[in-house]
């Protein structure tokens, strides 16, 4: 009897506290989703749910290299392995899905506004075919985009940076999103696994970190010209003179994806507002 009545005090315990601890951490999981500020998913309770949904399936190791099928052209990418250093220090505290934003280590706004001259340089050169339109993939900033792309993002988007932290979401080529990881500069996004998820964001979606100096910005901007090559095809380094160089291979891969059925969705993007974040905006 003793027992049994133990037993029942302990029950209606845990019936009484359970449901506090919930709703405590439940609470202060939502706050710390707010706090990533706005992003491909709006801040309400809806689309707090959904991440959490598809926290389900996502990446459990964004550090992971991605694989590079036998039949897949072309092999390498833009970068020979010498072509970034490593990053110094440690790697960044990373956090959220849709938005996903640095929690340290973020870029100030003199730094950050050297990366947007960066960007707008490239995208001020008519050879480079680029234009700055607000991101198909967030819709809260703005990103960077290809008028002839030959690879399939969302509406040619090469990238969009993230005014809060100095960040970046691009695409690139497996092999230079492999050498990015291995060198530190970056990671997968965690619906970056192929399959199903394309259609919120391609295999080849990264995570840039933010540039903390001077020399850091000079080796993002390499990264996002090797983003420019892998969508449009384009070495934005090229020739001085006349029309920028167009990959042979890059531009198979465009015609061998005429007429397939593959397209990005980018569905984050419905569940969010209309409202920009110029990508000249203050860090």
């Not at 706005?38 to 309770?45: E, F, H, I, K, Y």
Request: glycine share 10%; with cysteine.
């Amino acid at each position: 009897m003793f027992t049994e009545t133990c037993d029942n005090i302990l029950t209606a315990i845990l019936a009484l506290v359970l449901p506090v601890v919930a709703a405590c951490y439940i609470h202060k999981d939502y706050r710390a989703f707010l706090d990533l500020g706005p992003g491909g998913t709006p801040a309400t309770p809806l689309g707090y749910l959904k991440i959490k949904l598809l926290s389900l399936i996502c990446l459990r190791d964004p550090l992971r290299p991605l694989a590079i099928p036998p039949h897949f052209r072309p092999q390498e990418g833009y970068f020979t392995h010498a072509a970034l250093p490593h990053r110094t220090g440690s790697k960044p505290i990373v956090e959220g899905i849709a938005p996903q934003r640095q929690q340290t280590q973020k870029s100030d706004e003199k730094i950050y506004s050297r990366l947007v001259d960066k960007i707008k340089e490239l995208a001020g050169d008519p050879r480079n075919r680029l234009m700055e339109r607000t991101s198909c993939f967030e819709k809260y900033s703005s990103g960077l985009f290809t008028s002839s792309p030959i690879t399939r993002t969302c509406g040619g988007e090469i990238c969009h940076a993230h005014p809060s932290d100095g960040s970046m979401h691009m695409t690139l080529h497996p092999a230079d999103a492999n050498l990015m990881i291995a060198k530190g500069w970056g990671e997968r996004h965690p619906l970056a696994r192929g399959g199903w998820c394309r259609k919120f964001v391609p295999r080849e979606f990264v995570l840039v970190y933010a540039p903390r100096d001077e020399t850091e910005v000079e080796t993002v901007t390499r990264i996002v010209a090797a983003g420019i090559w892998w969508v449009s095809g384009i070495d934005v380094n090229g020739e001085d003179v006349g029309p920028r160089r167009k990959s042979a291979y890059i531009a198979a891969v465009g015609e061998a994806m005429e007429g397939k059925d593959e397209f990005w969705a980018c569905k984050l993007n419905g569940w969010g507002g209309n409202k920009v974040n110029k990508i000249t905006g203050s860090a």
